[in-house]
């Protein structure tokens, strides 16, 4: 099988909403729907096969099965499949947190760190994002300003719109602010170090673990770098290269390409309808869906109408 359509493992984070079950028909068991783990290997929320005969398997037990060379030679240096791609409902905001490298999470951790980007699919007027500080600070001054509830004051606040990107490099700190949609594509890890987080509580009546003392080391303390390198690609680094793919179904309304050997090709479906064919298969797909093609699938088509983030891994 060369195209495969992909079921999430959702979270139901104090944070999130309904907008991921309402607007993208994602499955929710508990009072609201934070994340929806769409393109994972990993074991706190995998994915799973959703057609064909491998269907109700994990996306990892259809590796093992089917063998590594299904993510292509340029995955052979990762040790694990090296990426995780959500959807993520903002219904508030999230916690000012950061993620480590990977030689801080692989010591302290023993699993990879995180640098990731972030697609914004949709924006409620007004919404805002933290993104990095708005000038350089000593590590006495952010430890004190963690303590004194004064952390917001040096963080750089980044109104949001419809279609924005921001590549958040391991070690910038950050959060999503309340009443954004957003469609993450990170490395496949779930290390994540709360900084300060509105003094909420969590399930069991008590307020949520804040990690300082991982924060203070890992923490990039300058403002965050603004680089246009990615281009042509909306994101491009060691870990992943993600591409934008827009068919209006009018004047353009079928996209084709070839899988090498080199890298599956994951499609992420943010709004549309339509067909995926390759190697005489088709599958339809529809807003939310999230595909994976494997590498060495050859030729494929896109058609319909499709707003969507393709990945794949670079050389």
């Known amino acids: 099988m060369a195209i495969l359509k992909l079921k999430p493992s959702g979270k139901d984070y104090i944070w999130g909403g309904h907008k991921l079950v309402d607007n993208y028909g994602k499955e929710m068991t508990g009072d609201r729907l934070a994340e929806t783990w769409e393109l994972s290997c990993h074991p706190d929320g995998p994915s799973f096969v959703a057609n064909g005969e491998d269907a109700g398997k994990t996306l990892r037990q259809y590796i093992e099965e089917h063998g590594k060379n299904v993510l292509g030679t340029n995955c052979e240096r990762f040790e694990d499949f090296p990426i995780l791609t959500k959807f993520i409902d903002a219904q508030d905001n999230l916690s000012i947190q950061v993620h480590p490298d990977n030689e801080y999470a692989l010591k302290n951790e023993g699993q990879y760190g995180k640098t990731e980007m972030w697609y914004v699919v949709d924006a409620e007027e007004g919404a805002y994002l933290y993104h990095g500080l708005k000038k350089e600070i000593s590590k006495d001054e952010f430890a004190k300003r963690i303590e004194e509830d004064t952390l917001l004051e040096v963080l750089n606040k980044v109104p ?19 009443g954004l949609i957003i469609a993450e594509i990170q490395q496949n890890s779930n290390v994540t170090y709360r900084v300060y987080d509105y003094g909420r509580v969590g399930k069991d009546g008590k307020k949520r673990e804040l990690h300082i003392e991982k924060a203070l080391d890992v923490t990039n303390r300058a403002p965050a770098k603004k680089d246009g390198s990615h281009y042509p690609h909306i994101a ?38 339509g067909e995926i064919t390759s190697n005489g298969e088709r599958v339809s797909y529809k807003k939310g869906d999230s595909i994976f093609l494997t590498a060495g699938s050859g030729e494929y088509s896109v058609e319909g109408v499709c707003d969507a983030l393709i990945t794949t891994i670079r050389e």
């Open 160 to 178: 949001v719109h419809k279609g924005d990107v921001f590549f958040i490099e391991a070690g910038t700190i950050h959060a999503i602010g309340k």
């Open 236 to 273: 491009d680094c060691d870990y992943f290269t993600v591409d934008k793919l827009n068919l209006d179904g009018k004047t353009f309304n079928k996209m084709e390409g070839t899988v090498s050997e080199k890298s599956f090709l994951s499609i992420l479906v943010l709004d549309g309808e």
